[in-house]
């Protein structure tokens, strides 16, 4: 049987696969069962930070497995508190306490009890403070509680009844945010960058009202870094890169990670601030595998090269190289780059991709139309939401994939154009 006949055969129907099987990949490179090369400026949705097989994680692997796998959460495990460390003095730079999961669901699914709980333990069950505030066009994961979360009707079509206790308002509205908040309100948790909603970036006045309003009423701040942290931004936290320069500051109170942070190896994170952390005690929260050893040492690995090898400068200035060149273009059907790092998003002119001939006998978004026609080019992007085609290479990208990326973008603009 092929592949595809395996994959129709057994596994649920819950993705929407394009017609590709890879089977190796190589750097910034990744190859179908043909032998095809594929330049992949999508690295599994922000997730393979070095790319494919980068020697460092291959070493990891290789020195943990033979050390050591799985034991529990039960008992102290070195891999697992070196990693927190790690995060806590050279990511947050700032006192507070790490847990450990396995997705960025997961990890949102922890803030969210997170703050309930530092609500509960503060104000009492009578108080009834739970409202967790978040924003439209968001998202936050798949799980229950994620779904719950994300401010996207789509995803939660068919799941009713939804965990209670959410509010959603209108991303970057400073005001209809402060008529938001009430004395139930047990904490606000949004993307720094919104990914799956399109490529939106928060405004600093957004962070800064939330911010104030955390201090005025008494709940968490929270920050969905899944897909933005672990330095993707160019920083190792994506609100800081966002803020730079705006004279703004804001520290939320709480994060999540996962996606990069584990360079491709399933892990996600959440930091805790002293203040709210002894909220999730013995018996509050846990996950098997979270944070085991080998995990653990994997994600270190990757983070540590990031730290010593000039990524997050590669980062800031692939994307310049990437700004410079889309400064110049023309084609009608580039509206305008948006993003932060080499977490971009090319916002689609809908009106323009009207008349280009097949799209509408599609069926296709606009930018799941361009996503496949730059796939037949041999090159692997991502949508994000109707209109907007992202950009996420890897962090290490070289000036010659960069190169390449852009001819076969423009190439494929123009044929299409």
């Given amino acids: 049987m092929t592949t595809a006949e395996l994959t129709d055969q057994y596994l649920l129907g819950n993705y929407g696969r394009f017609p590709v099987t890879i089977s190796r990949g190589e750097g910034g490179y990744v190859f179908d069962e043909d032998g095809k090369r594929y330049l992949d400026f999508a690295t599994g949705i922000a997730v393979c930070s070095l790319g494919h097989c980068p020697e460092v994680m291959s070493k990891a692997l290789s020195e943990q497995g033979r050390k050591l796998v799985h034991c529990s959460n039960l008992y102290r495990i070195r891999e697992q508190a070196e990693l927190a460390r790690f995060v806590v003095e050279k990511m947050m730079e700032r006192a507070g306490k790490v847990f450990f999961c396995n997705s960025g669901a ?19 069950k009578e108080a009834e403070k739970n409202v967790i505030i978040t924003c439209k066009q968001s998202f936050h994961g798949r799980t229950l509680g994620g779904i719950a979360a994300t401010a996207q009707e789509k995803v939660k079509i068919g799941f009713d009844p939804l965990l209670p206790g959410f509010l959603h308002v209108p991303f970057n509205d400073v005001e209809t945010l402060r008529e938001a908040v009430t004395e139930k309100t047990a904490g606000i948790l949004f993307e720094p960058l919104q990914g799956e909603g399109g490529i939106n970036p928060a405004t600093p006045e957004f962070m800064a009202a939330a911010a104030e ?39 939320p109170d709480a994060v999540s990670w996962a996606k990069g942070f584990g360079g491709g190896f399933p892990i996600g994170a959440i930091w805790a601030d002293d203040s709210c952390a002894p909220a999730l005690g013995p018996g509050t929260h846990g996950s098997t595998f979270g944070g085991t050893p080998l995990a653990s040492a994997v994600a270190l690995a990757v983070l540590e090269e990031i730290e010593q090898s000039g990524v997050l400068e590669n980062v800031k200035r692939q994307e310049k190289t990437i700004r410079d060149a889309v400064a110049g273009w023309s084609n009608p059907l580039v509206k305008s780059l948006r993003g932060v790092g080499l977490m971009l998003g090319f916002v689609i002119c809908e009106e323009a991709m009207s008349s280009v001939e097949g799209f509408t006998e599609s069926g296709n978004t606009p930018a799941l139309f361009l996503v496949n026609k730059l796939m037949d080019a041999g090159m692997l992007t991502v949508p994000a939401g109707a209109n907007v085609v992202r950009w996420l290479p890897r962090l290490n990208v070289t000036e010659e994939e960069v190169s390449e990326a852009l001819a076969i973008f423009t190439r494929t603009l123009d044929e299409l154009s």
Avoid: P
Wanted: proline share 0%; hydrophobic share 35%; charged share 35%.
């Fill in 106 to 124: 997961e990890a949102n699914d922890g803030l969210i009890k997170l703050a309930r709980k530092h609500s509960y333990d503060r104000h009492g």
């Fill in 213 to 251: 309003l955390r201090d005025e009423h008494d709940f968490l701040l929270m920050f969905d870094e899944v897909q933005v942290g672990s330095g993707r931004s160019g920083d190792w936290c994506g609100w800081r890169t966002i803020l730079k320069d705006s004279g703004v500051e804001v520290e």
